[in-house]
């Protein structure tokens, strides 16, 4: 029961924030908060706790629990630490504001705890059906959130088109786990593994290959990542503020993992036949994702399309995975780390006003940095480490990746990621420009409407990216 424990306390949690709901008619929003941060602080606190425990008690040798189901090791443990702790800084950044997205209920806090839970299992997993217990536990209340503001016109086109292409992408990756286990008479990926290392007939192979291409669909689907990345901008602008804000952060990582388990874990003996395909596909991601985005002038859909091109680096330290083990850490290092920087970026948005409204336009921000020094500092902080200048944490990320991809034999590769990542530069460099060297609109007043819990968060998320940038092994050294 230790290894499932984290996810056993937030779980607990959750039933505690339902029961209190529905046992108060006035439920108040700041015991939901409350409630909520024990859940992920407590959760955290128990993997850190397990961190330094023998689980096995020197009984068994394999990492393997409840049946196979539930894969154990500290590294794991580090990134359940990281998923809950960004998921949290979230909560804190939403705090005040969600009255505003009319999403003060219950069910925002128990959703957005349930889709973490969801991701909590998710990292986990050690068949593919845990993966994919783990993956709609994640997605279903994700696609609820979406939708939570029904005054919204935006929010619920956004929840339809997520929920169709979510439905559409789970489908197709629940066939793909269907015909695999049908070559290889296994759901567990030690297994899966086993059978094809140990040979295969022709047309076993042949169904194998085939179930990889659904399997690549799906994995990158949740990743947002070109072409299958039709719902991101769109759910990133349309969504709920502090819903976009935990959509484009904390699931990252889980997606990079199902990714780990599913590719690597199970059919890696084929990484020769699919890496092709996710070569062409970070390379896609990278190319639209960049520059599309140089044409957005709402801030959100800029956002958006940033991640794109982001999902194809994460794809990249998934590609070089397969090459070296060590390279794990790299795609793992850029996976939680773009997170932390997503979760900081929204979080300057929720504390920043343009006349009283959600700042929208990227010139809603004209002459800001002469109203609000601090703040605008910390914001060109945010961006110039999205864009990967040096000495900010998003400059190693990408390093470490493009280090790991050049080392293994992707120079091509390398070099299409670099050339985008420049041209990248524009429109992250442009928020700087217009906030520092434009000159301030007449009559529109920028303030910032944060606690002070919110403000004090966001100065440590946005200084840790300088810090890790600086001292990255503080990250570094537990992945």
């Not at 955290?44 to 189901?69: K, P, R």
């Not at 702790?85 to 957005?112: C, H, K």
């Not at 279903?140 to 439905?167: C, D, I």
């Not at 420009?433 to 004090?456: H, N, W, Y």
Request: hydrophobic content about 55%; overall charge neutral.
């Amino acid at each position: 029961m230790l290894v499932a424990l984290p996810e056993i306390f937030l779980m607990g949690m959750i039933v505690v924030i339902l029961l209190y709901e529905s046992l108060n008619k006035n439920a108040k929003q700041s015991m939901l908060f409350t409630l909520s941060l024990i859940g992920l602080f407590g959760a955290g606190i128990i993997s850190i706790v397990l961190y330094n425990v023998d689980v096995t008690q020197g009984i068994v040798i394999s990492n393997h629990f409840w049946f196979g189901e539930i894969n154990y090791n500290p590294l794991l443990l580090v990134l359940k630490v990281a998923m809950v702790v960004i998921v949290a800084f979230g909560l804190v950044y939403s705090y005040g504001r969600a009255g505003e997205q009319n999403i003060v209920t219950a069910e925002y806090y128990a959703l957005v705890l349930l889709s973490t839970l969801g991701m909590l299992v998710l990292v986990s997993a050690a068949s593919m059906l845990m993966v994919y217990v783990g993956l709609e536990l994640m997605s279903l209340p994700m696609y609820g959130l979406v939708a939570l503001n029904r005054r919204n016109n935006k929010s619920t086109e956004a929840a339809m088109k997520y929920f169709v292409m979510g439905a559409m992408s789970s489908a197709i990756l629940l066939f793909g786990m269907a015909l695999l286990y049908g070559a290889t008479s296994s759901l567990q990926f030690e297994d899966i593994r086993t059978v094809i290392a140990n040979g295969m007939t022709d047309s076993q192979s042949r169904l194998v290959l085939f179930a990889t291409a659904f399997l690549i669909v799906g994995t990158v689907f949740k990743l947002g990542a070109a072409p299958f990345h039709g719902w991101v901008p769109d759910v990133y602008e349309g969504a709920p503020l502090p819903v976009a804000m935990f959509i484009g952060a904390a699931p990252k990582v889980a997606a990079f993992m199902m990714g780990v388990w599913i590719l690597l874990g199970a059919v890696g003996e084929f990484a020769g036949q699919w890496q092709p395909f996710i070569i062409a596909i970070s390379i896609i991601s990278f190319i639209i994702g960049n520059l599309v985005a140089l044409k957005q002038d709402n801030i959100r859909r800029m956002l958006g399309y940033s991640a794109v091109s982001h999902a194809g680096f994460i794809l990249l330290g998934l590609l070089v995975t397969a090459e070296s083990d060590a390279a794990l850490s790299a795609g793992m290092f850029y996976a939680i780390t773009y997170a932390m920087t997503t979760t900081a970026a929204f979080g300057f948005m929720l504390s920043v006003k343009v006349n009283g409204k959600e700042v929208q336009a990227i010139d809603d921000l004209k002459g800001f940095a002469r109203q609000h020094a601090w703040y605008a500092l910390l914001m060109a902080a945010i961006m110039i480490s999205m864009g990967g200048i040096p000495f900010f944490v998003g400059f190693y990320g990408k390093f470490v990746v493009l280090k790991a991809a050049f080392n293994a034999g992707y120079i091509f590769t390398v070099i299409i990621a670099l050339l985008t990542s420049v041209i990248g530069l524009y429109y992250y460099l442009r928020v700087v420009k217009v906030m520092f060297f434009d000159e301030e609109v007449q009559g529109r007043e920028l303030t910032i409407e944060a606690t002070g819990l919110s403000r004090v968060f966001f100065n440590v998320n946005a200084l840790a990216l300088v810090v890790l940038g600086v001292a990255p092994s503080l990250l570094y050294a537990f992945l």
